[in-house]
DNA sequence: TTAGGGTTAG
C-alpha cells in the first residue's frame, strides 16, 4: 500500500536529502489550492463575502463614516486574520460621532471574531476600546471577552473580567456564569471554577457540561464521570457535547466497562451520534483496549472526518499495526479528508517503525510543502526520531539544527537516535549539552546504561537524577530493576521495591516483569513468584521472567509446571522462554524432560535452537554426568559449535573430574585468547585439582604469554546496607582478627560435625598444611563468617561470588547452614545456591 | 452568546 500512496503523497519524486523548501501559495490569505479543496463552499462563501467588503468600502468612501459600523460587522463575519486586520484598523479610526445605535452588537461582533481567529489579545484590545468610547458592555460581551481570555491564556486579564462581571451584575446571567466556569478549570483553578457552579442560581445543560469537562481536563476524569451521574440523577437531560466530555473522562480512565455504561445513554436519550462522539468513542473504545469494537465504530461510520481518521491513525500506530495505519492514510488521500499535522505525526511514526525511510521523505515533502512543520514542533521532533530509526543520523540532526525552537523534546529524540544507533561518545556529549533534562532524557541514559550492561554506571544516574529532584516513574524503575538483576544485590532489590511502594510508582507490565526478573536474578524467588501472583496481565516476558526465577533457583519442577500453565492460558513460549526452561531442567537434573523440551522447540512451536539452546542443553547433559553423550551432541549439533559449547563441557569434565574429555574439548576451542569463558582458567583448575603441576604449569605460560590473567576470586555480602568485599586470603578487612578466630571456630565445629576439607580445590602446588590453610581462607568463606559474627540470628547469609564457588565452600556453607542454624545463599556466575538445615538447593548440580 | 474529539521522545 505504501507505495500507492506515494504518487498521492509527492507532487514530486523526493530526491536525496531533504526534499524542496515549501511553496505555499497565498491570495489575499485564501488558498484556492488544497488547503480549501476540502471545503469549497466554506471557501466560495468567504470569498462571496470578501468581495462584499471590497464594495462596501467603496461606498464608505463615498457616503462617509457612519457606514464603518457595517463594514466591520462584516470583516468580523470573514474572520480571517486578514480581514480582522482590517476591520481592527476601522475600528481604531473610529470616533464618538459613530458611537450610534448598533455600535455594541458591531463590538460584540469584533470580539467574538477576534477570539475565535485565536487573536484574544485584539479582543481585548476592542474591550478596552469600546470602554474609552462610552459603549457600556452587555451579557454577551462577556462570554466572547472570557473565552479570548482563555484561547490566549491571559489568565490575570480574565480575572479582572470576572471582577468587572461581579460589578456590573451580570455574575447571574446563566450564559456568562457558564463561561466563567470553563475560564476558571482552564486556568487551573478548579475551586473557583466549582464555586461558580455552585453558586448559580439555575444550572443547564451547558453549566453540567462544562464542569464535567472542566474535571475532565484537569485530570480528575473520575469526578468528571461522576458529575455525569449526578447529572442524570438530577433530571438534566445530557446532550452530543456532554456525551463527548464524559465519554472522553472514561477514555482517560481506561475503564472499559464504564465507557460502555456511558456509551449506553446514547441510545436511551436518542442522540444522533456525530463526527465529534463517532471520533471520542473509537478513541474511548482503543485506550480501553477494545479493538475489535473501535474498529467496528470507525468501519461503521460513513461520514469519517479528520479528526476521526487522525484517531484511528494514531492508535493503529501505537499498537504497532503501522501498515494499517498507512491503509487509512491512503484512503484519506483518495477521498479526503485532506491530512493535517496531525495525520504526518502518525505517517511519520508510522514510517519510522516500518523503517520506511523513502516514504518518511515523501511525507518530511508534504510537510514542508503544506508548512505544517512552521506551527508544530511536534512534526521536527517526530521527523528527527524517524530518520534516526531509519539510521539517517545526518538528516536528523539537520532537523534538529534547522529548528529555532528546539525542546527538549527534540533534544530527547536526538539523544534517543544516538543511543539506538550505537554512539556512545555522542550521547553522553548530547546529554551534557542538553539545556534542560527531564525524566525522559535521564530514562533514556539509564537504559542505555542498562543495554550497554553498565549497571553500576544505570545506577549512578538514577542516584544522580534524584539529587536533582527528577522524580522516577515506571520506566525509570524497570530500568533500574533489571540493572539491579545484573549486579545481584539483594539488599538493592528490596530498595528498589519498597522505594516503588513508598513513592506510588504506577505499576504496569513492564515494570512488574522487571521486578520478577530483579528479584529471581538477586536470589529471592518467593518475592518474585509474590509478585508474579498478584499481576492482572501477564504476557510472555512476565511468564518467561518467573520461569527463569525458579530456574535459577534449582526449581526445575516449578518452572516446568509453570509453563504449562502459561500454555493454558494461551501465551506463546518464545525463544527466550526456552533458555529459562533448559536451564532449569539443568539446574534441576531433569535430563528426559530437558530433552523432550529441546525436540519440541522447533516441532510443536517452530523455533529454531540458536546456540544458547544448543548450551544448554550440553550443560543438561554434562552437569548430569553424562559427557559421552553430551560429546555426541555437540557432534551432531547443525551449527558450528562455540567457545561456549565447549567451555560448558569443559564445565562438567571438571565436575565430573575426566581429564582426558577437557584436554579433547579444550583442543576443539580454536582461540583459546578469546577469553571470554575463562577456559583457560578452567582447564588449568582441572590439571591443578588431578595434581598434573606440569600441564598446569603449561597453560599458565600459555596464558602469561598471551597476556591473560586469572581473575581472582571475590566474594562480597551486604551487612547494613554497606556491601562488604572479600578476596580469597584477603587479611585487608579491619575486622580481619575477629573474623579469623570466627573461621577457626567454624573449622573446629565442622571437623567435629566430621567435614574432611577437600583439599583437591587448591589450585596450587604447595604442601598440605598450607593447602588447608589456602583453603579456610577463600572468599566465601571469609564473607559468610563476617556476615555471622555482623548479623542477627534470624537474617540470612547473603553472599556474591565472581567465580564458581568450589565443592569445599559448597560443603563449608551446607554444614554451617546446619551447626549454626543459618539461611545462607550464595550466588556464584552460574547460579543461587540456598543452604538450608545442611541442604542445598542445588541438589549438586552446579 | 456558553460546553466537545485526535499530539512527538524513554
Redesign the pocket.
Known amino acids: 500500500m505504501a507505495l500507492s500512496s506515494l504518487a498521492a503523497l509527492c507532487s514530486s519524486p523526493p530526491v536525496s536529502g531533504i526534499p524542496d523548501s515549501p511553496t505555499i501559495s497565498n491570495l489575499n490569505g485564501f488558498s484556492p489550492t488544497t488547503d480549501n479543496a476540502a471545503a469549497p463552499n466554506a471557501f466560495l462563501r468567504s470569498y462571496t463575502i470578501l468581495n462584499e467588503i471590497k464594495q462596501l468600502h467603496c461606498r464608505v468612501a463615498k457616503k462617509g463614516p457612519t457606514h464603518n459600523n457595517e463594514l466591520i460587522a462584516k470583516c468580523a463575519e470573514v474572520g480571517t486574520p486578514e480581514s480582522l486586520d482590517y476591520a481592527l484598523k476601522v475600528f481604531e479610526g473610529w470616533n464618538e460621532d459613530e458611537c450610534v445605535a448598533g455600535s455594541l452588537f458591531v463590538c460584540n461582533s469584533l470580539i ?1 471574531a477576534c477570539s475565535s481567529a485565536g487573536l484574544g489579545d485584539r479582543a481585548i484590545l476592542v474591550f478596552v476600546r469600546m470602554l474609552e468610547m462610552g459603549v457600556m458592555p452587555d ?2 460581551t ?3 471577552l472570557l ?1 479570548a481570555c ?1 484561547r490566549v491564556s491571559w489568565f490575570g486579564e480574565g480575572v479582572q473580567v470576572h471582577g468587572a462581571i461581579v460589578k456590573m451584575g451580570f455574575a447571574e ?4 456564569a ?2 466563567l466556569i ?1 475560564f476558571h478549570f482552564e486556568c487551573g483553578d478548579v475551586m473557583d471554577g466549582r464555586r461558580v457552579f455552585d453558586e448559580m442560581p439555575e444550572k ?4 453540567w ?2 464542569l464535567i ?1 472542566g474535571y475532565s ?1 484537569r485530570d480528575c476524569p473520575k469526578e468528571a464521570v461522576s458529575l455525569f451521574f449526578d447529572m442524570v440523577e438530577a433530571g438534566v437531560e445530557p ?7 464524559a465519554i ?1 473522562a472514561c ?1 482517560k480512565l481506561q475503564d472499559l466497562k464504564l465507557g460502555e455504561r456511558v456509551h449506553s445513554y446514547i441510545g436511551d436519550i436518542d442522540i444522533e451520534p ?7 468513542l473509537v ?1 474511548m473504545y482503543m485506550k480501553c483496549g477494545a479493538f475489535v469494537t473501535a474498529k467496528r465504530i470507525f468501519d461503521n461510520c460513513i461520514e469519517r ?7 484511528i491513525m ?1 492508535h493503529l500506530v ?1 499498537r504497532g499495526l503501522a501498515r494499517e495505519a498507512l491503509a487509512v492514510l491512503g484512503e484519506m488521500l483518495e477521498q479526503g479528508p485532506q491530512p ?1 499535522r ?2 504526518m ?1 502518525s505517517a511519520i ?1 508510522a514510517s ?1 517503525t516500518l523503517n520506511e525511510l523513502l516514504f518518511g521523505k515523501c511525507c518530511h515533502g508534504y510537510i514542508l510543502r503544506n508548512g505544517l512543520q512552521e506551527k ?3 512534526i521536527n ?2 521527523m528527527i ?1 524517524m530518520y534516526m530509526k531509519c539510521g539517517e543520523s545526518g538528516l536528523a540532526c539537520t532537523i534538529f539544527n534547522s529548528m529555532s525552537n528546539k525542546t ?2 527534540s533534544w ?2 536526538l539523544l ?1 537516535g544516538y ?2 544507533n550505537g554512539d556512545g561518545r555522542s550521547v553522553r556529549d548530547i546529554f551534557d549539552e542538553m539545556p534542560e533534562r ?4 535521564w ?2 541514559m539509564i ?1 542505555a546504561l542498562v543495554q550497554e550492561s553498565l549497571c553500576e554506571e544505570a545506577i549512578k544516574f538514577f542516584r544522580m537524577m534524584q539529587r536533582e529532584g527528577i522524580k522516577a ?1 515506571r ?2 524503575m524497570a530500568s533500574v530493576a533489571s540493572a539491579c538483576g545484573n549486579l545481584g544485590s539483594l539488599g538493592l532489590a528490596k530498595w528498589i521495591y519498597h522505594y516503588t511502594e513508598e513513592n506510588a510508582i504506577e505499576r504496569d507490565m513492564l515494570l512488574d516483569t522487571a521486578l520478577v526478573d530483579m528479584f529471581g536474578r538477586c536470589g529471592d524467588p518467593r518475592i518474585a513468584m509474590q509478585i508474579f501472583e498478584k499481576m492482572e496481565k501477564r504476557d510472555v516476558s512476565s511468564w518467561t521472567a518467573i520461569i527463569c526465577a525458579m530456574a535459577t533457583e534449582g526449581n526445575g519442577k516449578q518452572a516446568l509446571e509453570l509453563f504449562k500453565e502459561m500454555l493454558c492460558q494461551g501465551v506463546e513460549p518464545d525463544d527466550v522462554t526456552f533458555v529459562g526452561l533448559l536451564t532449569a531442567c539443568s539446574h534441576s537434573g531433569l535430563v528426559k524432560q530437558g530433552c523432550q523440551l529441546f525436540q519440541s522447540m522447533k516441532e510443536i512451536y517452530g523455533i529454531s535452537p540458536q546456540v544458547v539452546h544448543y548450551g544448554c542443553m550440553v550443560d543438561l547433559l554434562g552437569r548430569a554426568g553424562l559427557l559421552e553423550e553430551a560429546l555426541d551432541f555437540i557432534k551432531s549439533m547443525p551449527i558450528e559449535p562455540n567457545d561456549i559449547i565447549w567451555g560448558s563441557l569443559l564445565s562438567s569434565c571438571r565436575t565430573h573430574k575426566n581429564v582426558e574429555m577437557a584436554a579433547y574439548a579444550a583442543n576443539r576451542i580454536p582461540d583459546l585468547t578469546s577469553d571470554r569463558t575463562g577456559i583457560p582458567v578452567i582447564l588449568s583448575n582441572i590439571y591443578a585439582s588431578e595434581g598434573k603441576w606440569s600441564e598446569v604449569a603449561k597453560v599458565r605460560l600459555k596464558m602469561k604469554e598471551r597476556g591473560m590473567h586469572k581473575v581472582p576470586g571475590s566474594s562480597s555480602t551486604e551487612v547494613n546496607g554497606t556491601v562488604h568485599e572479600f578476596s580469597s586470603g584477603d587479611e585487608s578487612h579491619l575486622e580481619i582478627s575477629r573474623i579469623s578466630q570466627m573461621l577457626d571456630e567454624i573449622n573446629c565445629k565442622l571437623r567435629d560435625a566430621g567435614h574432611v576439607p577437600d583439599l583437591r580445590n587448591v589450585l596450587l602446588d604447595v604442601d598440605e598444611h598450607e593447602k588447608k590453610f589456602l583453603l579456610s581462607r577463600h572468599s566465601e568463606k571469609l564473607a559468610i563468617a563476617y556476615s555471622l559474627i555482623s548479623t542477627g540470628q534470624k537474617i540470612p547469609v547473603q553472599v556474591v561470588k565472581n567465580l564458581r564457588t568450589c565443592s569445599d565452600c559448597h560443603t563449608f556453607a551446607k554444614l554451617v547452614s546446619k551447626v549454626y542454624n543459618r539461611e545462607i545463599t550464595i550466588r556464584d556466575n552460574n547460579r543461587f545456591h540456598f543452604f538450608k538445615e545442611g541442604v542445598c538447593s542445588c541438589g549438586g548440580f552446579w
Do not use: E, Q, W
Not at 274 to 280: C, D, I, L
Open positions: 467574538r451579557k454577551y462577556f462570554p466572547f473565552s482563555t446571567d446563566i450564559f456568562v457558564n463561561t470553563h443547564n445543560v451547558v453549566s457540561t462544562s469537562c481536563r446532550n452530543a457535547v456532554t456525551m463527548v466530555c472522553s477514555a456525530n463526527g465529534h462522539m463517532v471520533s471520542a478513541d472526518n479528520l479528526v476521526l481518521y487522525n484517531t494514531s501505537k493535517d496531525l495525520t505525526l511514526s519510522a508544530d514542533d511536534n521532533n517526530a526520531d527538549v523534546v530527547n529524540s534517543a543511543v539506538r527531564d525524566l525522559v532524557s530514562n533514556i537504559g516513574d520506566v525509570t
